[in-house]
Every structure is written in structure tokens, then in C-alpha cells.
């Protein structure tokens, strides 16, 4: 899929995991608790019921102990271990959210994620993410996107390159 | 699914034709264009991609032969020939829509669709069409929501019920 230079932000990244490394840790709640948010900050609860119209809900932690709040997403797509698409515009079953004030972010989006697999054993990881405007998808780059898709994607990488061989899945 | 009286509208009826006679009639264009608009309305234009994140565009013509201004919605979920879902609030590719406003009926939904068979052959057709808030599912219920989809079925019914065995399908 190609990006909209106007509404979408796009994170690529080549790294040493396999496709199966990537998407366990986007698809198992205690995996995902660990890397997904970049440190101090932390996910103190995950809940992934992993088919399309199922839930997708993290809630994640300042260094202070304040929530963030909830939000329900859903899943639009799930093709292991190539293809995850996501949303918080919809919750569960797909039932459409009120209003992009009522999301923690305060916009919508969509992330389609790729991982296709290198002939290193590794994985290219795209992630598109589109906004419903221009608007949301400034918004969204001012908060760090970049910065913080990286760090948290190195604290995937580290996290399963320290795992041992037969703990990997 | 439960419908949440806020924000839903449900439409049910059972009807003579079997599941797979409905499931023809709402994804396949040629069939759909001959019932889903309400006569003297027609629709003159259709797109149908049957899959998740595939394009679900109709046109719609007034008996003066204006055309409604055509939104590409996208399907949810397809799951032949039981469940259909779709949305207007995303087009192809999961692509979010910039504001409510942006499409021709001025609000969001998603409509979840259940063709059950009966034990006489029939179908008990159910649709649920999710809203964003009240004043979705009021603007939507003041259209003539219940009347239009009924007017609608209506149509398919005699479609299919005319049909030859030899061209039902």
C-alpha cells in the first residue's frame, strides 16, 4: 500500500527478528506488555482478542503512576504473522468511537503493519499509519512518532534477541 | 451482537429466499444495482471488492437523474454467505474518512448484516447499523431508515422470487 504523503506517517525498519519474533510480540498481551511503550512509561494491562472485530485495548503508565486512559481499538485484519491492521476510530465488533476528542490521542488512525521476512532470517517492519487529516497526522508526528515507534521496536529486538533460543516463538 | 439503543438501528425481518439468494443480492453489483435503492430511486454505479478492506461504492440516482455523490465505503468483514459487514466510515484499504460532513448521508456507520437460515428454507435477515452518537442514529432514523430497508428487501424478494430456479444462485 502506498502512503498519503498528507494524512499518513509511515515507520520502516529492518531488524534482526523473524516475522514469527514480530508478531508474537504484537499479538501475546505479556509480551506486548514489555516492549510496546517506550521505558519509563510502561503498559500496565493489555487485553488482545486477536480476530477482526476483537479487541485491542492497552492502557499505559507515566513514571508518575497515572494512567492513561483506556481505549478500546479493534482489529481490522490479521494474517499471521504478515499482516496486522488496527484501529482506534472502531472498538470491539466494530462499533465506531463517538468523537477523536473522546481517544486518548485525540485523532483516529488506522495502522496497517507489514512484516515481511529477509533473506537474513529478518524482517523488514513497515508501519503506515493514516489519519483522518492532516491535522491528525501532525499531530501525531509532534508527539514523537518516529522516536517513539523506534525505541519501542529496539526494546522489542532487545527483548527477544535476549531470549533464549528455545523460549523464542 | 446486541444492539445498544443510543446508538443502533436494527432492521429485521425474515424473509423466503435462502441465505445464499440474499448473500448474491448484496455482493454481487449486477444483482445488487436492480433492488438496493428504494424506486423511483435507482442505483447507476456499483464497485464491489469482496474482502476485508476491499471497496463498496454505490451511486445513487434521484427519478430527476441527480446522482448522490458517491462515498467508497469498505467491508469489515465477509463471511459468505452469513455475515457481511461494512462501513462508510473508512473507505479501501481501511483508509480513515476526514470528517462525517465528507459523506453524502452526513454521518458514520457500520452496518453488521446476519443471514440466518430458517427451517423452511428461508432467511431471518438482520442488520444492526452502529452510529457514532444519538444524533447519527436520530439523522439516520429520520430518512426513513426502517421504510427504506424494508421498501429495499422488498425488491430483492420479488428479484429472486421472479428469478428462474435455473438463475437463482
Redesign the interface.
Known amino acids: 500500500?502506498m502512503p498519503?504523503p498528507r494524512?499518513d506517517l509511515k515507520f520502516h525498519r529492518d531488524v534482526s527478528l523473524s516475522p514469527d519474533q514480530v508478531w508474537d510480540g504484537w499479538t501475546h498481551p505479556e509480551t506486548l506488555m514489555k516492549w510496546f511503550c517506550p521505558r519509563p512509561w510502561k503498559v500496565v494491562e493489555c487485553e488482545i482478542d486477536l480476530r477482526?472485530?476483537g479487541i485491542f485495548r492497552t492502557v499505559m503508565q507515566s513514571p508518575e503512576g497515572m494512567n492513561m486512559p483506556d481505549d478500546a481499538g479493534t482489529f481490522?485484519?490479521v494474517e499471521a504473522p504478515h499482516r496486522l491492521?488496527w484501529?482506534n476510530?472502531?472498538g470491539p465488533?466494530?462499533?465506531?468511537?463517538?468523537?477523536p476528542e473522546d481517544v486518548h490521542l485525540g485523532f483516529?488512525?488506522?495502522v496497517?503493519l507489514r512484516f515481511t521476512p529477509l533473506p537474513n532470517g529478518g524482517t523488514s517492519y513497515t508501519a503506515i499509519v493514516?489519519?483522518?487529516?492532516e491535522q491528525g497526522r501532525q499531530a501525531h508526528a509532534a508527539m514523537g512518532f518516529e522516536q517513539g515507534w523506534g525505541i519501542a521496536l529496539d526494546q522489542l529486538v532487545e527483548l527477544k534477541g535476549s531470549a533464549k533460543p528455545n523460549e523464542r516463538r
Open positions: 500500500m498519503d494524512f477482526p472485530g481490522l485484519a491492521v484501529t476510530a472502531l465488533d466494530f462499533r465506531p468511537k463517538p468523537k483516529f488512525f488506522v496497517d493514516m489519519h483522518q487529516d
